[in-house]
């Protein structure tokens, strides 16, 4: 009898803790805006800057080096995601392509897409001299 107590109650606690673990993830998987758009290339000054974006369970952080007016290297130094690996190279490709940090995401990656781009935005705004 005292055993069966104990393996209800512990299985409460687990079930409780599996509840705690879903509703987290669920509740923090809300889309991630984009906060960027073209790159302005009168601005950019040359050099290479570091940025950083969270948005969900996803987070990014980029080295972006800029030269003769264009982004023309995109490092990711961090990337957490659980799904959205896919989404690193094809994302970087095209924010140099069409140098802007609004572009298409990786169909299956959005969450990581968006990160990615937020963090090279927040990159390139410190490329811009106050």
């Known amino acids: 009898m005292c055993k069966l107590k104990i393996y209800t109650f512990g299985l409460q606690i687990f079930v409780g803790i599996a509840f705690l673990i879903c509703g987290t993830l669920f509740f923090s998987c809300t889309s991630t805006p984009v906060i960027g758009g073209p790159v302005d290339p009168a601005k950019l000054a040359d050099g290479t800057y570091k940025?950083?974006?969270?948005?969900?369970?996803n987070k990014a952080i980029?080295?972006?080096t800029v030269k003769d007016n264009s982004i023309v290297n995109i490092k990711i130094i961090q990337h957490q995601a659980w799904k959205g690996k896919k989404a690193e190279e094809t994302i970087v490709e095209r924010i140099?392509?069409?140098q802007s940090t609004?572009?298409?995401v990786?169909?299956?990656a959005t969450n990581s897409s968006r990160v990615i781009m937020n963090a090279v935005q927040l990159a390139i705004e410190k490329a811009y001299p106050n």
């Open 51 to 57: 940025g950083s974006y969270r948005g969900g369970p």
């Open 62 to 64: 980029v080295e972006v």
């Open 96 to 98: 140099i392509a069409r």
């Open 102 to 104: 609004r572009v298409d």
């Open 106 to 108: 990786v169909s299956g």
